[in-house]
Nanobody, 119 residues
Framework: QVQLVESGGGLVQPGGSLRLSCAAS????????MGWYRQAPGKERELVTTITSGGATNYADSVKGRFTIFRDNAKNLVSLQMNSLKPEDTAVYYC?????????????WGQGTQVTVSS
């Protein structure tokens, strides 16, 4: 199972930007889908965005046009550029990866990084 380590969280004012990074412990070439989820206090974890090994992306409606996911297979890195941040984006952000091993899905999660949007 791959180890995923997030970085880049912090406190930012509304309208500001942050870039999150997720470093994998090994090659991500075999990881079919990577992405980001988030969980706000008192709420369930929700999908933010995903990117496939082929580069296809998917975004939650709430972040479309503001967030962009990047995948660098050579560096084993996935990044999330977050612009025009809103207070409702405040959450713990988790890096996620899914690969298939002998046809069965195997999911990996990072430990999470806190993003707080507040003035």
């Amino acid at each position: 199972q791959v180890q995923l380590v997030e970085s880049g969280g912090g406190l930012v004012q509304p309208g500001g930007s942050l870039r999150l990074s997720c470093a994998a412990s090994r090659s991500i070439l075999s990881i079919n889908v990577m992405g980001w989820y988030r969980q706000a206090p008192g709420k369930e974890r929700e999908l933010v965005t995903t990117i496939t090994s082929g580069g296809a992306t998917n975004y939650a409606d709430s972040v479309k046009g503001r967030f962009t996911i990047f995948r660098d297979n050579a560096k084993n890195l996935v990044s999330l550029q977050m612009n025009s941040l809103k207070p409702e984006d405040t959450a713990v952000y988790y890096c996620y990866g899914r690969e298939y091993v002998v046809g069965f899905p195997r999911d990996s999660w990072g430990q999470g990084t806190q993003v707080t949007v507040s003035s």
